[in-house]
């Protein structure tokens, strides 16, 4: 078995190292880019999602969103839409509200160069926050700003009662109207005739006295969260071309006559959802946006952000467009940029800021066809998310020739001057996209605009008029987010984010590079790019961890197993994607292996039964070797050793919890084809007894904590009787025992870091914890026992004509 577990291992290891043999550094010129291209920087439209507002509060949300609103990049070329999956009332008027405070937050921001944009973090800053601030006018700027957000805070973290307190007074006033309409009609026929006892649809109600057509508070037919109708709201309209400068302190309480004070579009959409239909979760609502934006900005590129990950530097997008629209980024499907975490506690307990994977793995992967999309952080090429192939390497028409735009039959003309032509054939569209002719007469226009600037004539060649918002407009969005447009059309099989994993974001860019598309890794100088949360507890962790794992194992039992690739993935960008869908069987290996220290104590014999100088000197060289070639990484990508630790721990304790679960679960779709659920991981939004790290202490009992908790007891009663055999032995063979001592040892400190999640904080360690603990060594004592019992029990058993069971 373990011969096994040893060709394993080594396969794995390889399919883990042979991707990083073309590692790159990139590096990005903001200066030039400013100087020389700014009139033809491209729309952007940034996607946010949320799905229930008590698991991502929406003022982490709305946070995000004014992080975007105020991001550095011209006005007038970047919308952002937020995607509220759960159709909460409670968002809504949280994105209105944020809207409201952008207005000052916005200019603000411009006027002293602030960094970061997302108030919350800003405000929580633990540094001086004049340094480097040149305005007199800075401090009282930014007491009046801080008292508006303190205010707004209040009004945000209100509106759940206060929707309440709406709702019941309207529901109130309109049992009261149906009443008294009941006892006028009882009065003019019978004189007997009474009232029957009424009562009113618990609704939930607007401001403007209407009803919500969202998802209410008591759920109703066509108002529950899987049933209810399309929301499209347009919170801010687009900005202007012109620059329009602010007013005097008189208004806002700043000075904003030297500042740009318009604001970016905005667009809460909630797509509509009916029961039978199959909403594919968010992949599903990424694809409603998609089209929607397409209708209403049709901006050529795409920021996807979740709604905890905020933009933390605000030159961000402008790195990412140095290489979409640079020369040679015409096959650049997406620019992934490092996910970074706020709230971690200081020793990364869980490893949740897997920096082996994002400093190391996917940058490694830069060289060849690019790193994967890990769901979050990504700029995209809304032409390759539509399923199109890339552009040929030496076009069919003439560079200078695709600079047509100021013909009046805009769409044709590109058309014909596009290497696209027979694709954007205006009969193949609908059979692909649906007939929405809003939505194809827009693809044309965006693979125009999101050309590279290898056909650029003169400055603002590429800016085409910016799509006015119409009723017209607007209910064109509205129909292409109802849940029947997708039907027999290619949306989630090609076209959009791809339907069928729980891991829609692997499997959507490994459909972008198996087309023959390339990704680019944009590592920031100075500043991240981006920052989230991450679940810092263990339970949280763990579940995190397993969604991972078991879309792993559903991408290798599907066609997107990278082993069924196209020839335009390269060999080794395919062993990376191999790797992706084999990992998690790893822990079935990892499993055996943390139980042989174990046996081999109880059993009184070493793991190799002999120990010759060639062996040795094998192991010593296979030893030199991998601790060579690990810091030899370690020291390329810039990580720290505790970090690679942390790392290594919490691979032993994923691997023996989560990832094993993830398998018998992928193998019980793939075999039973049982569905599998998971829920949001829960963003924490406050501090609890001023404690920033409060949620590390809790302890949640899980079933996945009983693999780890079954190996942490067999390993320490294992070396409990490893040492009894040998202290009271006759002839003690200490060379055993410290070999198999070592070796559980080693498997008890990887698994350290899960021990001490267990204990909670002040003996808050929940009864079940300690029930199967005491039920796991009564167990494996009974076992033992069983199998090689006590010669003295043995012989009385003899005696008596007994026999132990």
């Given at each position: 078995?373990?011969?096994?577990?040893?060709?394993?291992?080594?396969?794995?290891?390889?399919?883990?190292?042979l991707?990083?043999?073309c590692?790159?550094?990139?590096?990005?010129?903001?200066?030039?880019?400013?100087?020389?291209?700014?009139?033809?920087?491209?729309?952007?439209?940034?996607?946010v999602?949320?799905?229930?507002?008590?698991k991502?509060?929406?003022l982490?949300?709305?946070?995000?969103?004014?992080?975007i609103?105020?991001?550095?990049?011209?006005?007038?070329?970047i919308?952002?839409?937020?995607?509220?999956d759960?159709?909460?009332?409670?968002?809504?008027?949280t994105?209105?509200?944020?809207?409201?405070f952008?207005?000052i937050?916005?200019?603000?921001?411009?006027?002293h160069?602030?960094?970061?944009?997302?108030?919350e973090s800003?405000?929580?800053?633990?540094?001086?926050?004049?340094?480097?601030k040149?305005?007199?006018?800075?401090?009282?700027?930014?007491?009046?700003?801080?008292?508006e957000?303190?205010e707004?805070?209040?009004?945000?973290?209100g509106?759940p009662?206060?929707?309440?307190r709406?709702?019941?007074?309207?529901?109130?006033?309109?049992?009261m109207?149906?009443?008294r309409?009941m006892?006028?009609?009882?009065?003019a026929?019978?004189?007997?005739?009474m009232?029957?006892?009424?009562?009113?649809?618990?609704?939930?109600?607007?401001?403007?006295?209407?009803?919500?057509?969202?998802?209410?508070?008591?759920?109703?037919?066509?108002?529950?969260?899987?049933?209810?109708?399309?929301?499209?709201?347009?919170?801010?309209?687009?900005?202007?071309?012109?620059v329009m400068?602010?007013?005097?302190?008189?208004e806002?309480?700043i000075?904003?006559?030297?500042?740009?004070?318009?604001?970016?579009?905005?667009?809460y959409?909630?797509?509509?959802k009916?029961?039978g239909?199959?909403h594919?979760?968010?992949?599903?609502?990424?694809?409603?946006?998609?089209?929607?934006?397409?209708?209403?900005?049709n901006?050529?590129?795409?920021?996807?952000?979740?709604?905890?990950?905020?933009?933390?530097n605000?030159?961000?997008?402008?790195e990412?467009?140095?290489?979409?629209?640079?020369?040679?980024?015409?096959d650049?499907?997406?620019?992934?940029?490092?996910?970074?975490?706020?709230?971690?506690?200081?020793?990364?307990?869980?490893?949740?800021?897997?920096t082996?994977?994002?400093?190391?793995?996917m940058?490694?992967?830069d060289?060849?066809q690019?790193?994967?999309?890990?769901?979050t952080?990504?700029?995209?090429?809304?032409?390759?998310?539509?399923?199109?192939?890339?552009?040929?390497?030496?076009?069919?028409?003439?560079?200078?020739?695709?600079?047509?735009a100021?013909?009046?039959?805009e769409?044709?003309?590109?058309?014909?001057?596009?290497?696209?032509?027979?694709?954007?054939?205006?009969?193949?569209?609908?059979?692909?996209?649906g007939?929405?002719?809003a939505?194809?007469e827009?693809?044309?226009?965006?693979?125009?605009?999101?050309?590279?600037?290898t056909?650029?004539?003169?400055?603002?060649?590429?800016?085409?008029?910016?799509?006015?918002?119409?009723?017209?407009?607007?209910?064109?969005?509205?129909?292409?987010?109802?849940c029947?447009?997708e039907?027999?059309?290619?949306?989630?099989?090609?076209?959009?984010?791809?339907?069928g994993?729980v891991?829609?974001?692997?499997?959507?860019?490994?459909?972008?590079?198996?087309?023959?598309?390339?990704?680019?890794?944009?590592?920031?100088?100075?500043r991240?790019?981006?920052?989230?949360?991450?679940p810092?507890?263990?339970?949280?962790?763990?579940?995190?961890?397993?969604?991972?794992?078991?879309?792993?194992?559903?991408?290798?039992f599907?066609?997107?197993?990278?082993?069924?690739?196209?020839?335009?993935?390269?060999?080794?960008?395919?062993?990376?994607?191999l790797?992706?869908?084999?990992?998690?069987?790893?822990s079935?290996?990892?499993?055996?292996?943390?139980?042989l220290?174990?046996?081999?104590?109880?059993?009184?014999h070493?793991?190799?039964?002999?120990?010759?100088?060639?062996?040795?000197?094998?192991?010593?060289v296979?030893?030199?070797?991998?601790?060579?070639l690990?810091?030899?990484e370690?020291?390329w990508?810039g990580?720290?050793?505790?970090e690679?630790?942390?790392?290594?721990?919490?691979?032993?304790?994923?691997g023996t919890?989560?990832h094993?679960?993830?398998?018998?679960?992928?193998?019980?779709?793939?075999?039973?084809?049982?569905?599998?659920?998971?829920?949001?991981?829960?963003?924490?939004?406050?501090?609890?007894?001023?404690?920033?790290?409060?949620?590390?202490?809790?302890v949640?009992?899980?079933?996945?904590?009983?693999p780890?908790?079954?190996?942490?007891?067999?390993?320490?009663?294992?070396?409990?009787?490893?040492?009894?055999r040998?202290?009271?032995?006759?002839q003690?063979?200490w060379?055993k025992?410290?070999?198999?001592?070592f070796?559980?040892?080693?498997?008890?400190?990887?698994l350290?870091?899960f021990?001490?999640?267990?204990?909670?904080?002040?003996?808050?360690?929940?009864?079940?914890?300690f029930?199967?603990?005491?039920?796991?060594?009564?167990?494996?004592?009974?076992?033992?026992?069983?199998i090689?019992?006590p010669?003295?029990?043995?012989?009385?058993?003899g005696m008596?004509?007994?026999?132990?069971?």
């Amino acid at each position: 078995m373990s011969v096994v577990c040893e060709i394993w291992f080594a396969l794995s290891w390889i399919l883990d190292q042979l991707p990083k043999l073309c590692p790159v550094n990139r590096s990005t010129d903001l200066a030039a880019l400013r100087n020389q291209f700014e009139p033809d920087l491209p729309g952007v439209d940034v996607f946010v999602s949320t799905a229930d507002p008590e698991k991502e509060p929406p003022l982490v949300t709305a946070a995000t969103i004014l992080s975007i609103l105020a991001a550095d990049y011209p006005v007038d070329r970047i919308a952002c839409y937020l995607s509220d999956d759960g159709g909460s009332l409670l968002t809504f008027e949280t994105m209105a509200e944020a809207a409201s405070f952008a207005a000052i937050w916005v200019p603000f921001c411009r006027k002293h160069d602030i960094e970061p944009r997302n108030p919350e973090s800003y405000f929580a800053l633990r540094r001086d926050p004049t340094k480097n601030k040149r305005r007199p006018d800075f401090v009282r700027d930014r007491r009046r700003v801080k008292r508006e957000f303190d205010e707004f805070k209040v009004r945000v973290n209100g509106l759940p009662d206060a929707i309440r307190r709406r709702s019941d007074a309207f529901n109130a006033r309109e049992e009261m109207k149906l009443l008294r309409r009941m006892k006028e009609a009882a009065a003019a026929g019978e004189e007997d005739a009474m009232p029957v006892p009424v009562r009113v649809q618990k609704a939930t109600w607007m401001a403007d006295g209407t009803h919500w057509p969202g998802t209410w508070a008591v759920p109703a037919p066509e108002h529950s969260r899987g049933d209810h109708v399309s929301i499209l709201q347009v919170m801010l309209e687009p900005a202007p071309a012109e620059v329009m400068c602010g007013m005097p302190e008189a208004e806002l309480g700043i000075d904003l006559t030297e500042v740009d004070v318009r604001l970016p579009m905005l667009v809460y959409v909630s797509r509509e959802k009916r029961p039978g239909y199959d909403h594919n979760k968010k992949a599903g609502a990424m694809n409603a946006l998609v089209r929607a934006s397409a209708v209403m900005s049709n901006g050529p590129f795409i920021l996807n952000l979740d709604c905890d990950h905020y933009i933390y530097n605000t030159q961000a997008i402008r790195e990412g467009m140095c290489f979409l629209i640079d020369h040679g980024g015409q096959d650049i499907c997406f620019i992934q940029f490092p996910q970074r975490f706020e709230g971690i506690d200081p020793n990364d307990r869980y490893a949740n800021n897997n920096t082996v994977f994002f400093d190391g793995n996917m940058r490694a992967l830069d060289g060849l066809q690019g790193p994967m999309y890990v769901g979050t952080g990504c700029i995209f090429r809304r032409f390759a998310v539509y399923g199109f192939d890339p552009p040929p390497k030496f076009p069919r028409h003439h560079p200078h020739e695709a600079v047509a735009a100021e013909s009046d039959s805009e769409t044709q003309s590109l058309n014909s001057k596009s290497p696209y032509a027979d694709e954007l054939n205006p009969s193949l569209l609908p059979k692909r996209f649906g007939d929405s002719s809003a939505l194809l007469e827009s693809i044309p226009v965006a693979e125009f605009q999101g050309r590279t600037l290898t056909f650029r004539l003169s400055a603002g060649s590429f800016r085409l008029p910016h799509p006015r918002i119409t009723p017209s407009s607007i209910a064109q969005a509205v129909a292409v987010v109802s849940c029947w447009y997708e039907d027999r059309t290619e949306w989630g099989g090609r076209v959009g984010w791809i339907y069928g994993s729980v891991t829609e974001d692997v499997v959507t860019g490994y459909r972008m590079h198996n087309r023959g598309w390339r990704s680019v890794y944009c590592v920031t100088a100075g500043r991240d790019a981006f920052r989230g949360s991450a679940p810092i507890n263990l339970t949280d962790r763990l579940h995190q961890v397993l969604r991972w794992a078991t879309g792993s194992v559903e991408i290798f039992f599907s066609r997107n197993n990278a082993l069924l690739a196209s020839r335009r993935l390269g060999f080794l960008q395919r062993v990376a994607y191999l790797n992706v869908g084999i990992y998690p069987f790893t822990s079935v290996f990892l499993l055996v292996y943390c139980f042989l220290p174990a046996l081999s104590l109880f059993s009184g014999h070493f793991i190799v039964e002999t120990l010759s100088v060639s062996f040795l000197v094998y192991l010593l060289v296979i030893s030199i070797t991998l601790t060579l070639l690990a810091i030899l990484e370690v020291r390329w990508s810039g990580v720290g050793l505790e970090e690679w630790w942390r790392n290594e721990q919490f691979w032993l304790i994923s691997g023996t919890s989560a990832h094993l679960a993830a398998v018998m679960q992928g193998m019980l779709k793939v075999v039973a084809g049982i569905e599998i659920s998971f829920t949001l991981t829960a963003k924490s939004a406050v501090d609890e007894e001023n404690d920033d790290f409060a949620d590390l202490y809790i302890v949640k009992w899980t079933s996945l904590m009983i693999p780890p908790i079954t190996i942490m007891m067999v390993n320490i009663i294992a070396i409990a009787v490893g040492c009894a055999r040998t202290i009271y032995s006759s002839q003690p063979e200490w060379s055993k025992l410290v070999g198999g001592g070592f070796f559980s040892f080693w498997v008890l400190a990887h698994l350290y870091p899960f021990a001490k999640g267990l204990m909670g904080r002040r003996g808050k360690t929940p009864t079940i914890v300690f029930v199967w603990s005491g039920l796991i060594a009564i167990t494996i004592s009974l076992l033992w026992v069983a199998i090689s019992p006590p010669q003295g029990s043995v012989s009385a058993a003899g005696m008596s004509g007994l026999q132990f069971p």
